[in-house]
């Protein structure tokens, strides 16, 4: 069994029917900064409470498949879980296997695309298509939406300035224009840059 579970690429930890520690392998050793010798024999329960913190036990189910964010070496990481029953040839469980997969750098690449699918690249500030699913959830909830006040701008001179001193010079107005639009607006303030030189600011909540 620890071949086996030493060459998955993966950690595992293994536990008997009564919830203890069998094994685990050399990943989850290098996942939880734990060593084997240590944690086999011992309660399950009690080491993910000390590896994982209270909160983070008490926060999740673990049931079957699930996903749950922990602090490892003071770093935030995020583990998929699967629990899987280890059965005999007549059957019987005889105990658990806990897979944990590190998923982290997979969930940052989607929040990067999901903030790339809903932001101007050159601001930071809601695209077009953002703007408008935000507006509409507002005016959905005019509890939420209260007293507001819209202001359409553009920039002047952009155009002589792509001319004039070239695109580089160009997109730094637009972005510095993005950076005090952010800088200088009320929190909960929803500023976008529709296209070109073009700006929305919604003003609400008064």
């Not at 690429?9 to 008997?16: F, I, Q, S």
């Not at 935030?76 to 059957?91: C, H, M, Q, S, Y």
């Not at 200088?184 to 529709?194: D, H, I, S, Y």
């Amino acid at each position: 069994l620890e071949i086996f579970i030493d060459s998955m690429p993966y950690a595992v930890v293994v536990l008997d029917n009564e919830g203890a520690i069998v094994n685990i392998n050399e990943r989850a050793e290098d996942y939880f900064d734990v060593k084997r010798e240590r944690v086999v024999g011992g309660d399950f329960d009690r080491w993910r409470r000390i590896v994982l913190g209270d909160a983070v036990v008490d926060a999740n189910d673990f049931e079957d498949s699930s996903f749950f964010t922990a602090s490892i070496r003071g770093e935030p990481k995020t583990f998929e879980v699967n629990e899987r029953a280890i059965l005999d040839v007549f059957g019987n469980a005889t105990g658990v296997l806990r897979i944990y997969r590190d998923v982290t750098n997979e969930r940052k690449l989607e929040q990067r695309v999901i903030a790339a699918a809903r932001t101007d690249y050159l601001t930071g500030l809601y695209n077009r298509q953002a703007f408008n699913r935000v507006c509409t959830e507002l005016f959905a909830a005019p509890e939420r939406m209260g007293v507001a006040a819209l202001m359409m701008m553009d920039l002047d001179n952009l155009k002589h300035i792509n001319d004039t001193y070239g695109h580089d010079w160009g997109d730094q107005y637009i972005r510095r224009t993005g950076q005090c639009l952010r800088d200088n607006t009320p929190a909960g303030t929803v500023c976008a840059r529709l296209s070109g030189d073009e700006f929305l600011v919604l003003f609400h909540g008064y």
